[in-house]
């Protein structure tokens, strides 16, 4: 008879006593009949719909509203996409701009730009056809990025004319922007370090 190791790491334990206690819930869930849950209780709704589906309760099924998430859900990825393009753009500004710190002297910056590069090639790897539209992600953040950059800047640095000093146009490509190709399907690496070479010293 071979023993098998049992994980009894505090992680897998806690983990299985959360199962066991939420079971209950997620069970009756599945089987309610309530009505009207996708206006007054989403979690329930979700569980029912689950459990409906599962059942191959088709007809019982909220098909327009599930169909109405998945759509809601898809949008989601991008918009959540644009918003980290926002805020590394951002950053990258900001660290490109400054003119009196060395980059390697803000390694909060730079732990931000690390941040959200990893989030984009994330999402970049498990979403692989958002990449199509990665230029025009780019060009719809950077107006909110040039911005942002342009407030944080006037607050630390009063006597220059960001607004000015700043390009209107992002200057960098994807590839600059995330430190790797990101059409190329098996390159994911993230390099926090790697800033596009542009600078806007003034």
């Not at 989601?76 to 996409?81: A, K, T």
């Not at 918003?83 to 009196?100: A, G, H, N, V």
């Not at 909060?108 to 025009?136: C, H, K």
């Amino acid at each position: 008879m071979t023993d098998h190791p049992v994980n009894l790491s505090l992680e897998t334990l806690d983990l299985n006593i959360w199962e066991r206690a939420i079971k209950p819930l997620i069970t009756q869930l599945t089987e309610s009949d309530e009505s009207d849950l996708s206006d007054s209780d989403l979690f329930a709704w979700l569980l029912q719909q689950h459990g409906r589906l599962k059942r191959g309760e088709i007809e019982k099924a909220e098909i327009s509203v599930i169909i109405a998430i998945f759509m809601d859900q898809a949008l989601e990825l991008l918009r959540e996409g644009r918003y980290q393009f926002r805020e590394l753009m951002k950053t990258l500004l900001i660290l490109c701009s400054s003119p009196t710190v060395n980059a390697r002297q803000r390694p909060s910056a730079l732990d931000e730009v690390r941040n959200y590069r990893w989030f984009i090639q994330t999402l970049l790897r498990d979403n692989p056809s958002i990449t199509l539209i990665l230029r025009d992600m780019i060009r719809f953040a950077w107006r909110g990025a040039r911005t942002g950059a342009v407030h944080t800047l006037t607050l630390r640095y009063g006597h220059i004319n960001w607004e000015r000093q700043l390009p209107e146009d992002c200057p960098w490509s994807a590839a600059q922007i995330l430190a790797y190709d990101p059409f190329d399907k098996d390159d994911y690496l993230v390099h926090s370090k790697a800033l596009p070479p542009q600078r806007f010293f003034p």
